[in-house]
Every structure is written in structure tokens, then in C-alpha cells.
């Protein structure tokens, strides 16, 4: 969407405004007005002639134009009906040299979790990745992806649903898996170049859709809308990279990991014991016969009290 038709619909959603007097406002031409106009009705925005001049009347319920207007948070947005992988996108963005962009889709048809999993990604998803270029040594980059798992729970816990963060990357309802983080980076000489933070959320998704063990906003709390979801999960994540020292504490938080038994499969072996914390980069330490481990990655199970 150009600036100008941006600020033809920032200026509509302050209520219905003559073609006149957009024209002043914005300083362009009654026909550019016009254009803009006819350009956003066929984005889908509803915009009607009334005798107050043009009124907003409907916002699309998805897409780039629908979740840019009144996001507030930096980010460009790219929106495809189907993509392979939204991360797979991203990085090719991010090697373009952008940043603070961020790559939606409806579906999937190439998705990825970790270790390269396949990851179901129907129609009614949330599926979305973020280009970003911090100023952060590469130790201090898994903090971006605690602070999308914070994103995503409170926009699920603002939906009406319980959400909670499992380590290392997914978002739970109970025991059902709700959405999975998947972070890639690139750097060098002890910089990162880029890193692209990958969401899955099962927001809309049909329960025939989804896979064994797994939940959605819908089956928890009925149908979100899924425009507003993702600018919640923007502007919170947006100010947590803001304030990556804060990021752990609100990860704690709301972890249902910490204080419970866990098994952790290891390349040399699982590790049984209690999840006690997260070090600072974001691995998690686990209190076993006695002694302290810090894991830096592996899948983790929660298991019930002995």
C-alpha cells in the first residue's frame, strides 16, 4: 500500500471525510483522492459515498492492507494466499537486505518446525515470519524467540484462551500444542546479520485439520479474528525486542515447564529430572540425580509428578 493511500485510510478511520477535504489534508488532487479511493475498495475495504463524504465501512479480514491499517508496531507486511514457508520467504527478504517485514500466509504448503519437522499449516492459520536486523551479539538472539512465544501467548490469553509456553518453542493449552516458534539467524565475526522469527498459531483452523495432539483458538474459545490476532502479537512482540532484558522474566512467567518433571531427548540420551530455570540465552537447566544441566536445545517432554 502506497503512503498516500495509507493516509487516505488513516484519515477515513477518523470518520467520514469529503473528497475536498482529504484532498487539503493530504495535499494531492480531488481525482488522487479518488483513485485511492477505488484502490481500497478493491483491497476490500468497504468505503461509501454518504452525504458526510466517504465513510469506512468494513476492513478486510485478512491480508497485508488489513493488517497494516492500524498496526501499530514498524512493520511492513507481505501477504500470500499460499507460500511454501513464510520462513523460507523471510529469508530470502532478509537477504535482499530488508528488515522489519513481515511475511503472512493462509497456508502453507511447505512449512517447517524444528529439525526441519514437517509442520501442518491448513487454511485458518496464523502463519507468519518476521525479518529483523538487531544490534545483539549472536548469544543474546534466542531471547527473540522467548519474546514470540510471549507474543503469542498473551495474544491467545487476550482471545479468552489459557495459554502457556512449553520449552523450548511452543505454545500450549493443556497438554494441546497451539502454535510452534521457529527462529533462524544469520552472522558473523560475532554480529548477527539477520534473524527471521517464525509463528505458527492453529488460530481458525478446522479440527479435521488439525494434527494429533494439537489445538486451535477455535476449538478453545470459538473463531478469532485473526487481522486483529496478528497486530496483538506485532505490537507485543515489538516491544519486547524493545526490552530483551525483561524478556526472560516475562517468559517465566508464563511457562508451564519450570517446577515440573521433564524428559529431555538428547542426541546421547534422555535426561529425566525437574526443569529449575532458563539461563539468560534461553536454555533451560534441569536438576537430575543431584546435579544441574543446561540444555541448550532438544525436544522436551513434559512428564507427570512421580
Given at each position: 500500500m502506497t503512503d498516500t493511500r495509507q493516509a487516505v485510510l488513516a484519515a477515513l478511520a477518523d470518520g467520514p471525510a469529503t473528497g475536498p477535504a482529504l484532498a487539503d489534508r493530504l495535499g494531492v488532487s480531488r481525482a488522487a483522492v479518488w483513485k485511492h479511493v477505488e484502490a481500497l475498495r478493491d483491497e476490500g475495504f468497504g468505503v461509501e459515498s454518504t452525504d458526510d463524504g466517504y465513510e469506512l465501512t468494513e476492513v478486510p479480514e485478512y491480508g497485508a492492507d488489513a493488517v497494516a491499517f492500524g498496526l501499530d508496531a514498524p512493520f511492513a507486511v507481505e501477504y500470500h494466499d499460499t507460500v511454501a514457508s513464510t520462513?523460507?520467504?523471510?529469508?530470502?527478504?532478509?537477504?535482499?537486505?530488508?528488515?522489519?517485514?513481515?511475511?503472512?500466509?493462509?497456508?502453507?504448503?511447505?512449512?517447517?518446525?524444528?529439525?526441519?519437522?514437517?509442520?501442518?499449516?491448513?487454511?485458518?492459520?496464523?502463519?507468519?515470519?518476521?525479518?529483523?536486523?538487531?544490534?545483539?551479539?549472536?548469544?543474546?538472539?534466542?531471547?527473540?524467540?522467548?519474546?514470540?512465544?510471549?507474543?503469542?501467548?498473551?495474544?491467545?490469553?487476550?482471545?479468552?484462551?489459557?495459554?502457556?509456553?512449553?520449552?523450548?518453542?511452543?505454545?500450549?493449552?493443556?497438554?494441546g500444542k497451539l502454535a510452534g516458534i521457529l527462529t533462524e539467524m544469520e552472522g558473523e565475526s560475532g554480529r548477527v546479520s539477520w534473524v527471521v522469527v517464525g509463528a505458527g498459531v492453529n488460530a481458525n483452523v478446522d479440527p479435521t485439520d488439525l494434527s494429533e495432539?494439537?489445538?486451535?483458538?477455535?476449538?478453545?474459545?470459538?473463531?478469532?479474528?485473526?487481522?486483529?490476532?496478528?497486530?496483538?502479537?506485532?505490537?507485543?512482540?515489538?516491544?519486547?525486542?524493545?526490552?530483551?532484558?525483561?524478556?526472560?522474566?516475562?517468559?517465566?512467567?508464563?511457562?508451564?515447564?519450570?517446577?515440573?518433571?521433564?524428559?529431555?531427548?538428547?542426541?546421547?540420551?534422555?535426561?529425566?529430572?525437574?526443569?529449575?530455570?532458563?539461563?539468560?540465552?534461553?536454555?533451560?537447566?534441569?536438576?537430575?540425580?543431584?546435579?544441574?544441566?543446561?540444555v541448550h536445545a532438544g525436544d522436551c517432554e513434559h512428564l507427570r509428578p512421580v
Open positions: 520462513n523460507d520467504r523471510a529469508r530470502e527478504l532478509a537477504t535482499d537486505g530488508r528488515e522489519n517485514v513481515v511475511v503472512l500466509a493462509d497456508r502453507q504448503v511447505g512449512g517447517r518446525g524444528r529439525r526441519d519437522r514437517a509442520w501442518e499449516s491448513p487454511s485458518g492459520g496464523v502463519w507468519m515470519s518476521v525479518v529483523l536486523r538487531p544490534d545483539i551479539p549472536p548469544a543474546r538472539a534466542p531471547l527473540l524467540t522467548l519474546a514470540m512465544a510471549v507474543a503469542v501467548t498473551d495474544a491467545a490469553r487476550a482471545h479468552g484462551v489459557d495459554a502457556t509456553i512449553k520449552w523450548p518453542n511452543d505454545v500450549l493449552v493443556s497438554d495432539g494439537a489445538t486451535s483458538l477455535r476449538n478453545e474459545a470459538g473463531p478469532v479474528e485473526r487481522r486483529v490476532f496478528v497486530q496483538r502479537v506485532l505490537e507485543r512482540f515489538d516491544a519486547l525486542r524493545g526490552d530483551l532484558d525483561g524478556v526472560l522474566a516475562a517468559w517465566r512467567e508464563r511457562t508451564s515447564t519450570l517446577g515440573r518433571r521433564v524428559r529431555v531427548h538428547l542426541p546421547d540420551g534422555d535426561l529425566v529430572g525437574e526443569a529449575v530455570d532458563v539461563t539468560e540465552t534461553g536454555a533451560l537447566v534441569v536438576e537430575s540425580e543431584g546435579e544441574r544441566r543446561v
